[in-house]
């Protein structure tokens, strides 16, 4: 079978499965049935059974994959379209992706040592709440981490503040779609900022916001850190 097939395969595939896991989870709404959760997870299950290397799947897996960088620069319409509000939030908006920045380094770092987690994996946490690219970038340039684990991390952090960063808002009680945009971005990333869309523009130009400075943020942070945790 040519690579050409394999990757069609891969792609027709991939779409399939986020398509079903988008409808079951219009029809119930919980956080695991999350789509990005969902079809991430029945993917890895499936070529674990089938043994199908995850290299292969990749030939159309990669498919996809060029279409994240334009993806995230689309982001920057609802912030254009929300741009006064955030202009009137700006200092608001300001603290909380720095607080949220630095609450996302300090408790990576603190809880790989905390359970005694080996340098490796430390390195590799710290970044774990900006988007991947950037978070390979930023464990590369302080030296000692993983980009697999690294990629691992984010994915982590996106995964679950997609699910579960919703429900922890509604618990706390947290209302305003700036703080909520805010909340989920800084921790969560491109994922969480998909989710943030859902329930309003705003919130997914806040979350795209912060997802963009917070990575700068930590970009300084990390280092810091590092040299002194």
């Known amino acids: 079978m040519n690579s050409f097939l394999i990757g069609l395969i891969a792609f027709i595939g991939t ?46 897996g990669q498919w996809i994959d060029i279409f994240l960088g334009p993806i995230v620069v689309s982001l920057a319409i609802p912030l254009y379209r929300e741009i006064h509000l955030i202009k009137k939030y700006a200092g608001a908006i300001s603290i909380g992706i720095f607080a949220g920045s630095l609450t996302g380094v300090f408790t990576g770092i603190a809880g790989a ?74 921790a969560s990333h ?14 997914g130009a806040v979350s795209a916001l912060s997802m963009t400075i917070s990575a700068v943020v930590v970009s300084f942070l990390v280092p810091v850190f590092l040299a002194f945790m």
């Open 15 to 60: 779409f399939i499965i986020y398509q079903i896991s988008k409808r079951m989870y219009q029809k119930k709404p919980i956080p695991f049935t999350l789509p990005i959760f969902l079809s991430t997870a029945v993917i890895v299950i499936f070529l674990l059974f089938t043994g199908i290397p995850y290299k292969t799947y990749m030939i159309g």
């Open 113 to 186: 040592k905390l359970f005694r987690f080996e340098s490796l994996v430390i390195q590799s946490i710290a970044a774990k709440s900006v988007t991947t690219p950037i978070a390979i970038s930023i464990t590369e340039a302080v030296g000692g981490g993983s980009a697999s684990l690294v990629a691992v991390f984010v994915m982590i952090a996106g995964i679950s503040g997609g699910m579960f960063g919703p429900v922890i808002l509604k618990i706390c009680r947290i209302q305003h779609p700036v703080a909520k945009g805010l909340s989920i971005g800084t």
């Open 190 to 203: 491109a994922i969480g900022t998909a989710k943030a869309l859902e329930n309003s523009e705003l919130e």
